[in-house]
Every structure is written in structure tokens, then in C-alpha cells.
């Protein structure tokens, strides 16, 4: 007598193996897409515009394209702030993470001064005009700046500063750069890096003070505990 085996297909062995397929394929996709780019962007018209605001992830202060409709800061995009005739007071109030930080055009303060994290997991470049990052802390308050491999630079035209301030109590605002701090460009005059007040700056690459350029002037680490 033969004994004759009936195969039966395993239908949840199927759909677990097309689902471990497409997982595998979204997976994929997910780390070869780069971070997106958004503009600070504080009006509808076309264009970059400035404006005060809050930096979290709730407020619609950025766009793409400088265009409408403007959205929220997504946590692991890159952040530009790029418009020039105005002034804006960016005041970053929840705990952020970027791939780059980008200040070229002018007159901006990025402010962070309520405590909690900032995460930047690539560059911070300071260029344009008169713009200044400032990470101040105090009692109860501690703000901190933590900034990846590439460093951070102060470049452009005239008077950028990156400002720590520790309101008089160490360790509530600090500055962690794991890459080089490059203060001066070839054509700038006066950037800055300011530490005061019982601020903390760690930087574990090499710090270049100026170009050695005729043109470059006034590039500073001033340390004032």
C-alpha cells in the first residue's frame, strides 16, 4: 500500500514572507532618502520671509520651496535660514533635531534659552550678515547645543556670533562639538565665538581662529567666565 502526501499550501507562511519582503524594501528606501530641507518661511507670499517665531514641532513657520503651504519643523530635516532685508527672533522651544543648521542670510537670532536639547547630527554654519546663535541657560535652565562630526563654522560677510551664556551657573549651557570649530572666512570681518557667564564649550577637533587672509579680520574665541 502507498501512502500518498497531499502538500497544502501554508498561506500565513506566504503572506509573512511578502510582508518581510516589503519591509525589507521600505527599509531600504527609508535610509537612502536624504533629509529634506525647510526654510524659516513667517508669510504666505512667495519668497524667504523673516519673522519672529517659535522653532517646535507644531508651529507652520517653514516651507520647501518658499511657497505655501508652510508646515511644522520635522525632526531629522535639514533647517535654512536664508532671507535678508529684516530681522527675526527664532526662539527654539522644544527639543530639536536637525542633519545641518544653515544661517546665510541676515539679521537673525536663533535663541535658545528654555532649556532642554538641541541636537545638530551633521554641520552649524553661521555666514551672511550679523547673525548670531545663542544657547543660554541660568538657574532651573539648562540649554544645551550638541553638534556632530563636521563642526561648526562661523563664515560670510560681517559680525556672526555664536554666544554660550551660562547666566552664572556651570553647566547650564553647553556646547558639545565632536568636529573642528572654524571661526573666520577669507572675506569676513568680526565673527565671534563668546563664552560667558560659566558657559561650557567642548570641542574635540581642531580649532582654527582666522584665515591668515588680508581680508579676514577680527575673528575671535573670547572666553569672559
Known sequence: MSLIQTVVPCHNCLLNRTLLVWACIILTLAAACPAATQYWDSATSAGYQHGNG??????????????????????????????????????????ITAEVVTVNGSVYEIRHAGGGAMYVTNATTIGGTINKIAIVGG????????????????????GNLFVI???????????TNTGALIIGSASEVGDSVIVSNKGELYVSGVIRIGTGSATESDASLVIAQ
Request: no cysteine; aromatic share 8%.
Open 54 to 95: 517659535n522653532w517646535n514641532l507644531a508651529d507652520a513657520s517653514w516651507t520647501t520651496n518658499g511657497l505655501a503651504p508652510q508646515a511644522a519643523f520635522v525632526n531629522g530635516n535639514s533647517a535654512f535660514f536664508t532671507a535678508v532685508g529684516g530681522s527675526s527672533l527664532v526662539q527654539i522651544a522644544a527639543p
Open 139 to 158: 538657574v532651573g535652565v539648562t540649554s544645551t547645543w550638541d553638534n556632530g562630526s563636521t563642526g561648526i563654522t562661523l563664515g560670510g560677510v560681517t
Open 165 to 175: 551664556d551660562g547666566g552664572g551657573v556651570s553647566g547650564s549651557a553647553v556646547v
